[in-house]
């Protein structure tokens, strides 16, 4: 059934300015069908043609439209410099009102005319390029914008062509529909007179939105939505415009100016009946109220239809925030993939963004194989930029590389070009404060106070906004998260405050299972281990370590396993002597298998620690090495007096390799202390300078970025 003619009361069509590149591309179309090439490279050709006409990019210029055709496959070289040399000889043909007027002529040709009856020509016509087709279509609004042009009219589009293949790339762009009425058209439409929409306006707010400049994003906004869209009196994009202005404000962290303006555009979306406009309206407005319908319900709520998948995605976030469990987070992810599945547009965005996601939770979960592999494919697929997926990747990954103690590989993904240099104003402010964490976390480890105070702490950039209500109160738990009574435990464990850290150990505990945050979960259990070997409990303290031995010593936290190997080291050594008297030394036999069994979890605590550079603590590791090589030297001996002479030969060499290792830790040691107290005395540090020093050059180039 052929299609409707168009009601006679339709308003009119956007007029059509012809430019300098849409006559280029009718060269390209001359070429070709004039004296069609062989079919591989007529191909290559026709690819060319169909991206330079969609227009989803900028136009090429003369200059790269000629290489652009002309370097398509290697093995022609002869067709490709054919059709580069007749590409560079079509102006010269074309400097004339005759020649121009010709050139469309011969252009128009290969586009079969309507039949007088309205049907289309029969398969047998000889022409070219279908009437109604991707390429015909092109061909005929361009002849028909050059058959409404005035002898002024043509001479200006010759002239702005010669400008354009001189070298002149804006010659002929700056026209607009409305400019042409001073004599350029033979009989200016209704259409020619108005001016509709451009997409300019909307691109100078995308970027002054980068650049932080919220007056120029504002004012570019109204511009754009101050266009004229159709010939009715109310355009209609009247909640577009404020619901655009709320985010803006939210993304530049004015929370109440964002929630005014949301507010005016859930009521105009209501009065329109503009129902995917109030979908995104509350979904944005549950961003800026903090609470979560699955603290009060006990249940996640269910995915409302036609919502977004990166609207789910932000319940993720929420739900980590508020401590909720990892479970609930897997499955808004399981909604949110189960959203884009159903939907036939998913955008690439939304497909790196859950990788990301997915990334974020293995994290927590303490499964950082997984989160790795998530990482790679984002990372690998995206290009350097303001994509936030990738951006979030990447910090993940300095953040892994800084727990395994790689400090100079996290810094270098962090300071690499292509990781800040394409970030927008807000993504840059985070960026700046994780380099500055990172450099804290080194200086922390050194526990070098001075230079945290006189270097680190004035140059501690502005934290990034917290995107959530102020004024709203947060229904966080009562109890504390499990890092932070990780780091209250530790402090009160090393203030020897066994008993006051007991109930802080077991809420982190009891925390980290709820959620899922294994890592914290380890870190609990070293911790309580520590603890009962205070209290005399060594056996249990050896027995909760063993068991989640195999997830630490995979080197995924090299603090943690450090931690944790000196705790299980310790529980070893305390297990061995006697349960019901502690001040009665073990046999002699059992003890050396005590010590020679805490021995490589110990060195490997220390290499841990020197890896890390965390000095105190590989002082007390060095320190309990050098008892045990001392206490295992007694040992020997002991077991020496009571064996024979074979026997008292043996130990008198394992007696003389223990003092050996013992005098070697004791060197260390000193070694070791006078570093800490040299690196811990330092003011200025001529490598955190430099590093801080790019940091603030990156800034210098974001910041002045046009």
């Given at each position: 059934m052929p299609p409707l003619p168009p009601p006679v009361d339709e308003a009119p069509r956007q007029t059509h300015v012809l430019r300098p590149h849409h006559v280029a591309i009718l060269s390209v179309f001359v070429l070709v069908l004039r004296d069609p090439p062989s079919p591989a490279f007529n191909l290559h050709v026709w690819r060319i043609l169909a991206r330079e006409i969609s227009e989803l990019y900028p136009p090429k210029s003369f200059e790269e439209l000629v290489r652009a055709v002309s370097s398509g496959r290697g093995d022609l070289p002869d067709e490709a410099s054919k059709m580069g040399r007749g590409l560079r000889n079509v102006p010269k043909h074309l400097m004339t009102h005759d020649g121009m007027s010709q050139f469309f002529t011969d252009v128009i040709a290969f586009v079969p005319e309507r039949e007088l009856d309205g049907s289309q020509p029969s398969p047998s016509s000889t022409h070219s390029v279908e009437r109604r087709s991707f390429f015909g279509l092109f061909i005929r609004r361009c002849y028909l914008s050059f058959f409404k042009l005035s002898w002024r009219g043509t001479m200006r589009l010759i002239q702005d062509y010669k400008d354009w293949t001189d070298g002149k790339d804006t010659a002929g762009y700056g026209m607009q529909e409305t400019d042409r009425g001073g004599g350029l058209l033979l009989l200016?439409?209704?259409?020619?007179?108005q001016q509709y929409a451009q997409s300019e306006p909307y691109e100078n707010y995308e970027k002054a939105v980068k650049q932080g400049d919220t007056q120029a994003a504002t004012e570019n906004l109204r511009k754009f939505f101050d266009q004229r869209f159709s010939d009715s009196v109310e355009s209609g994009l009247t909640q577009h415009a404020l619901l655009h202005m709320a985010r803006l404000h939210y993304s530049q962290g004015s929370l109440t100016a964002a929630a005014n303006a949301l507010g005016e555009a859930l009521k105009v979306a209501r009065i329109s009946n503009d129902s995917i406009t109030v979908l995104h309206c509350?979904?944005?407005?549950?961003?800026?109220?903090?609470?979560?319908?699955?603290?009060?319900?006990?249940?996640?709520?269910?995915?409302?239809?036609?919502?977004?998948?990166l609207e789910v995605l932000w319940d993720v976030k929420k739900m980590i925030e508020v401590g909720e469990s990892i479970r609930a987070g897997f499955t808004k992810l399981y909604q949110s993939m189960g959203i884009a599945d159903a939907s036939y547009a998913d955008p690439h965005e939304s497909i790196w963004a859950r990788h990301a996601c997915q990334a974020t939770l293995w994290v927590f979960a303490g499964v950082e194989s997984l989160a790795q592999t998530h990482e790679n494919f984002v990372i690998a697929f995206t290009e350097p930029g303001d994509d936030e997926a990738r951006f979030t990747c990447l910090l993940m990954r300095a953040r892994r590389l800084l727990r395994q103690g790689n400090f100079g590989g996290a810094l270098l993904v962090l300071l690499n070009p292509e990781t800040w240099s394409g970030l927008n104003l807000r993504q840059h402010g985070v960026w700046a404060s994780e380099v500055w964490k990172t450099l804290r976390v080194a200086v922390q480890r050194r526990q070098q106070d001075t230079l945290m105070r006189s270097f680190l702490q004035p140059r501690r950039p502005a934290e990034p906004n917290n995107m959530q209500m102020q004024s709203t109160h947060t229904p966080f738990p009562k109890m504390l998260s499990a890092q932070r009574s990780s780091i209250l435990a530790k402090s009160l464990i090393e203030g020897k405050e066994f008993s006051q850290a007991i109930p802080v150990v077991l809420d982190a505990l009891w925390n980290s299972e709820f959620v899922g945050s294994w890592a914290y979960h380890r870190v609990a259990v070293s911790q309580l281990a520590e603890i009962s070997v205070e209290f005399g409990m060594a056996g249990k303290g050896r027995r909760m370590i063993e068991g989640i031995l195999p997830q630490v010593l995979n080197g995924d936290d090299v603090e943690i396993r450090a931690y944790a190997c000196y705790t299980l080291a310790r529980c070893i050594i305390a297990e061995s002597w006697s349960k019901d008297d502690p001040t009665i030394p073990p046999p002699p036999a059992r003890q050396n298998a005590a010590l020679e069994e805490a021995l490589p979890f110990l060195h490997v605590a220390e290499q841990d620690y020197t890896t890390i550079e965390m000095y105190q603590e590989r002082l007390n590791v060095i320190y309990m090495l050098s008892v045990v090589y001392h206490n295992l030297a007694l040992g020997y001996q002991a077991l020496a007096e009571e064996g024979g002479a074979i026997m008292a030969a043996e130990a008198a060499k394992m007696v003389k390799q223990m003092h050996k290792e013992r005098d070697r830790m004791a060197e260390m040691y000193h070694e070791v202390d006078k570093v800490r107290k040299e690196v811990r005395g330092m003011e200025v540090d001529e490598e955190l300078s430099t590093l801080w020093g790019l940091v603030v050059?990156?800034?210098?180039?974001?910041?002045?970025?046009s």
């Open positions: 200016p439409t209704q259409s020619d007179e509350n979904n944005l407005m549950k961003r800026l109220s903090p609470a979560l319908e699955s603290n009060r319900t006990g249940k996640i709520p269910p995915v409302q239809q036609r919502t977004s998948a050059k990156a800034s210098a180039v974001v910041g002045t970025r």
